[in-house]
């Protein structure tokens, strides 16, 4: 089995290699790579992604990366998006102006609730599961995850949306889950115990 980390200039990728390399308990070889083409043979696929959601996907077209990555989210093979890596699988962002996104989930990536909590944000919080997702297998539901962002993924279809925080005492999404197609908001490389299962349940997906 092959689990690629894609490597396009924005993604955490030491702290994310390691920890996918203690959850398996499966043979794997773990692939951090900027060539697009190993997404033809690769099993699995984590979009990582820290930054700027118009410059991350800039970055993916001057790669050359976006047709492999829409090739291989076809294929419906599994692919984990992480924080920005998550938000750019969204149609548009608002993000410093208006930017298109890979629009493989409908809807838009919006700035965080206005009130006295401080933005960007940064830190640990309590997970509020929306429905009982493979993703959270073996993972209580007062796990916290630790997050940092100034912007959420809002998608028009609220079914897909595994996982919510509170913040300005609204809930904003932290995960979804739409078929083949994984995504958090939150760092699970950085999320300890928790964070590890779950990075586990994709691989074992």
Not at 74 to 83: A, E, F, T, Y
Request: net charge negative; charged share 20%.
């Amino acid at each position: 089995m092959k689990l690629t980390i894609l490597d396009y200039g924005v993604g955490n990728l030491e702290s994310l290699f390691n920890a996918c390399k203690k959850t398996s308990n499966i043979k794997i070889d773990i692939n951090v790579s900027s060539n697009p083409k190993d997404l033809s043979t690769s099993d699995s696929l984590i979009l990582p992604g820290v930054g700027a959601f118009g410059h991350a996907m800039k970055l993916l077209e001057l790669n050359g990366c976006i047709n492999n990555i829409n090739d291989y989210i076809d294929s419906k093979r599994p692919i984990l998006g992480i924080c920005l890596g998550m938000q750019i699988l969204f149609s548009r962002s608002y993000e410093f102006g208006s930017h298109n996104g890979l629009n493989f989930i409908k809807g838009a990536v919006q700035k965080l609730p206005e009130c006295e909590e401080k933005r960007p944000n940064v830190g640990w919080r309590q997970l509020i599961k929306d429905n009982e997702s493979s993703m959270f297998n073996g993972i209580d539901n007062n796990s916290f995850f630790y997050f940092t962002h100034s912007y959420f993924c809002k998608p028009l279809d609220n079914k897909i949306i595994n996982s919510s925080i509170e913040f300005c005492g609204e809930d904003v999404t932290s995960s979804i889950q739409n078929e083949n197609i994984w995504a958090t908001q939150f760092h699970p490389e950085k999320s300890a115990e928790a964070g590890l299962i779950l990075l586990r349940n994709f691989i074992n997906f």
